[in-house]
């Protein structure tokens, strides 16, 4: 799935639009994630970014998130297996107009990688030098990559490995967008 990158101006009501969306996503689980979080550049406000709500959910096995996807494909997700990764599960829900993504689910038994994103988040949220150098990063990658997400996602990996390390933070096991 090859979709155009288009940034916008960063909208208030994204953590509004998670908060509603993780409920739904709560009463598709048997067993309660031990987190449901925000992540990626909507939950940093002030940020541009594609208008897709990351979501990311730890379970402690992938089988918990195994068993809540029927429900989530009935609460309008699609279910995405062709990302051979061993700890994720990977969902998107489309807008049913126009058929772009709005959310995206991902749901991690590697509390690792988990940790990984909500650190990255936190320093961006917390550190405004860092997260202009993350904008400027994005806005020249969305112009150089306009038609190829993969490509967009993988030229930001160096910058996010350096904050995740900067601060600490463990090495990276996956990719981080599909």
């Not at 406000?45 to 709500?53: E, S, Y």
């Not at 997700?77 to 126009?98: G, T």
């Not at 993350?134 to 967009?152: G, I, N, P, T, W």
Request: glycine fraction near 4%.
């Amino acid at each position: 799935m090859n979709e155009r990158i288009a940034l916008v101006d960063a909208d208030p009501e994204w953590s509004s639009h998670f908060l509603r969306e993780r409920e739904r996503i709560l009463a598709c689980f048997q067993q309660a994630p031990e987190l449901i979080e925000h992540m990626g550049s909507t939950a940093v406000p002030g940020l541009a970014a594609k208008p897709i709500i990351d979501i990311i959910a730890l379970v402690n096995n992938l089988d918990a998130g195994q068993m809540a996807v029927p429900a989530l494909v009935g609460a309008g997700y699609v279910h995405r297996d062709d990302f051979p990764m061993p700890d994720r599960i990977f969902l998107m829900k489309l807008d049913p107009v126009s058929g772009a993504r709005t959310h995206q689910l991902h749901i991690h038994a590697n509390e690792v990688e988990v940790a990984r994103h909500l650190l990255f988040r936190d320093r961006l949220r917390r550190d405004p030098e860092c997260r202009a150098a993350y904008s400027a990063l994005k806005q020249d990658l969305a112009v150089r990559f306009a038609e190829d997400r993969q490509a967009y996602s993988q030229h930001k990996t160096a910058f996010i490995d350096a904050v995740v390390a900067q601060d600490g933070g463990p090495a990276r096991a996956q990719s981080w967008n599909p």
